[in-house]
């Protein structure tokens, strides 16, 4: 097995650049770029207002009544009603809920960040027989849908004593997000400099503690973007929790959302299901704007190679 060395960048020579009175392409390549700018802008606009105003429509009817949320559904609420908040926190369960999903997605990132970037520093860095047929059995487990593994996973989840646990859940969704994230990490690792990790073995240190300590840090950009996608993917996963987490007491978020919409029945605590449609969306939203630099970083950089 030997190292996969990374040639390094060779500045392109520089073509001399022609000073112009006039834009290129004229008067005309002016216009249509503006009709073209005017075009996007307003795609941009349309997009926009298509996500935001549900997720404020949301909100603002969690601070509703049931009759004015039917009555009048597109006005402010005349008293924010936080009383909403507690009901769904406490009598809906939904604190139980919450705590269940940290402990599942919580477990979950962490391993699959680790598991994931071990095996994209492999496949990216060294060369031995294997490493692309490994690579391609990881993008291919992107392409399989995961509702044709859902009867056998049960029956071996079964068989393990996994079924019903959050350890077992935690295991199924590492296993579910594996793919994606060696097939992004392995890009990424791709476009670090060699030299740094060259160093680091000429001055005595070993392929692992190079790997923490040298590597790792330098994928820190693409380890929280691809770790925002999972953490997306795995706090609103429903499937998997639905068939392999049929426990009461061990339900998550998604699954106590349609708990508390269909244990209703005729009730229809709308302003209640509306706090709790909120309380799930606050983690997720609060996640991609404190880290959102970093995820278009991440992008950006795999994108490059």
């Known amino acids: 097995m030997k190292v996969t060395e990374t040639p390094p960048a060779v500045p392109a020579p520089r073509s001399p650049v022609t000073k112009t009175d006039a834009p290129a392409g004229g008067p005309?390549?002016?216009s249509e770029g503006k009709v073209l700018n005017v075009f996007s802008h307003?795609?941009?606009?349309?997009w926009a207002v298509l996500v935001v105003m549900p997720l404020l429509w949301a909100v603002m009817s969690s601070f509703k009544t049931d009759d004015s949320i039917l009555s009048t559904p597109w006005a402010l609420p005349d008293e924010l009603h936080f009383e909403n908040w507690s009901r769904?926190?406490?009598?809906a369960h939904?604190?139980?809920?919450?705590?269940?999903?940290?402990?599942?997605?919580?477990?979950?990132?962490?391993?699959?960040?680790?598991?994931?970037?071990m095996a994209a520093y492999v496949l990216a860095r060294f060369d031995?027989?294997?490493?692309?047929?490994?690579?391609?059995l990881f993008i291919g487990g992107m392409s399989f849908p995961i509702i044709l593994a859902l009867v056998p996973l049960f029956f071996v989840m079964n068989n393990m004593g996994l079924l019903n646990s959050v350890h077992g859940l935690i295991l199924v969704y590492i296993a579910y997000s594996l793919p994606f994230t060696v097939f992004f990490l392995t890009s990424f690792f791709r476009t670090l400099p060699t030299s740094i990790a060259e160093a680091a073995m000429l001055d005595g240190a070993s392929h692992t503690r190079t790997f923490f300590q040298v590597m790792l840090p330098m994928a820190k950009p693409g380890l929280?973007?691809?770790?925002i996608f999972n953490f997306l993917g795995q706090w609103n996963q429903y499937m998997l929790p639905t068939v392999l987490n049929t426990d009461p007491d061990g339900k998550v978020l998604s699954q106590g959302l349609v708990e508390l919409a269909t244990s209703q029945g005729y009730k229809g605590d709308w302003s209640g299901l509306f706090a709790g449609l909120v309380m799930a969306m606050l983690p997720v939203l609060g996640?991609?704007?404190?880290?959102?630099?970093?995820v278009v970083a991440g992008l950006t950089a795999g994108a490059l190679k």
């Open 88 to 91: 769904a926190w406490n009598q």
């Open 42 to 46: 307003g795609v941009l606009i349309i």
């Open 224 to 227: 929280i973007s691809v770790g």
């Open 287 to 294: 996640a991609y704007i404190v880290f959102q630099r970093q």
């Open 94 to 117: 939904m604190s139980d809920y919450f705590l269940n999903t940290i402990l599942v997605v919580g477990g979950s990132l962490i391993g699959t960040l680790l598991l994931g970037s």
């Open 128 to 136: 031995f027989p294997g490493n692309r047929f490994i690579y391609f």
């Open 28 to 30: 005309a390549k002016s």
